[in-house]
């Protein structure tokens, strides 16, 4: 008996050491699960007022988005159609038949960008009676240098609320 109450004696030191382990690890497992659950919390919060800053901004930014975009696409519409432009010429001619001669005009236009042509020769040719004045018919004639109506000069429909 003398030899089991020494190893007795030897073992529960060693049980109670290992208990205390068991136990004090597990108190600080549950310290840390707290710690770790305020640190979520404390992130959640400030994540929350973060986004509704963030969605606030949005409200309130967004119009002159919009706005800053429809100008820079108003720009950007305007500078293409100011590169636009138009080659002209004109000459007459002259067909004599065996009894009469007969004057026509010959118009040519083509559009450009920058120095690309876009289209082809545009040719009219304009029958001239005695007396008429070129330079006036030209002016009357021409298809691209006619005065265009800008887009936003146009009246929009509007919808009827409901």
């Not at 109670?16 to 770790?36: D, P, Q, Y």
């Not at 004109?90 to 876009?118: A, C, D, G, W």
């Not at 007396?131 to 009827?160: N, Y």
């Amino acid at each position: 008996m003398y030899r089991m109450e020494n190893v007795l004696w030897v073992m529960l030191p060693g049980f109670v050491a290992l208990a205390t382990g068991l136990l004090v690890w597990f108190i600080m497992e549950s310290r840390m699960e707290v710690k770790l659950a305020q640190e979520r919390q404390a992130i959640a919060e400030e994540r929350g007022a973060v986004d509704a800053q963030k969605a606030a901004l949005d409200a309130t930014l967004e119009p002159s988005i919009r706005a800053a975009q429809e100008t820079a696409r108003r720009e950007a519409m305007e500078n293409f159609l100011g590169e636009l432009r138009v080659e002209q010429r004109h000459y007459t001619k002259e067909n004599r038949l065996l009894t009469h001669s007969r004057r026509t005009l010959v118009l040519q236009e083509r559009m450009y960008f920058r120095n690309i042509p876009l289209s082809d020769w545009i040719e009219h040719e304009i029958n001239l009676d005695e007396g008429t004045d070129v330079h006036r018919l030209v002016q009357e004639m021409t298809l691209f240098d006619k005065p265009v109506l800008s887009i936003s000069d146009l009246q929009r429909p509007r919808k009827a609320l409901a």
